[in-house]
């Protein structure tokens, strides 16, 4: 499967961005209030910037307390996050994701963003595409 059908599956809703300027505390909203967990830093919608994840803010907050709520998400953001292309298998979106720990990755064709996938997304295309493979085989096999 292709990440462009994951995509697909997921609706053509627009992908939730965040300019690099605004507060962390605006950010955390953002994350409460459309219950996803990051964010893609991005000054028109199309360049992207860099990533903020819900563990960023997390971390920052144990580390230095509510004063973070106050910095930018530049402060906390990570510049130029890796990426993957709609031409790219779930598998590979997947190697990515794992190697790199991350379960967010967006989605850049030709230096324009296009939309976000994440681990869970990623996983969810594989074990259909693993169930539909065994109910090949398994045909293969009865003869049916
Ligand atoms: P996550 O697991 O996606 O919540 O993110 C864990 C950490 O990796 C956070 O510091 C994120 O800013 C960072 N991160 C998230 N997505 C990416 C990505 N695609 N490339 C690089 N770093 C990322």
Redesign the pocket.
């Known amino acids: 499967m292709l990440v462009q059908q994951i995509l697909k599956s997921k609706g053509d809703g627009p992908v939730i961005t965040i300019k690099a300027s605004e507060s962390i505390a605006d950010a955390a909203s953002i994350l409460a209030e459309r219950r996803i ?2 964010l893609i830093v991005s000054e028109d919608g199309k360049k992207v910037k860099g ?6 803010i997390v971390r920052s907050l144990a580390l230095r307390g509510a004063v973070c709520l106050s910095e930018t998400v530049s402060d906390l ?2 510049p130029n ?3 993957c292309a709609t031409s790219e298998t779930a598998d590979s979106a997947l190697q990515k994701m794992t190697n ?7 989605v850049i064709d030709e230096g324009v963003l296009v939309g976000i996938i994440t681990i869970g997304d990623a996983v969810k295309a594989r074990l259909e595409e693993l169930a539909m493979e065994k109910d090949a085989l398994q045909g293969m096999i009865m003869g049916h």
Do not use: A, N, Y
């Open positions: 967990g990051g990533i903020l994840s819900e563990r960023d953001m990570t996050p890796v990426s790199g720990r991350f379960r967010h990755m967006p």
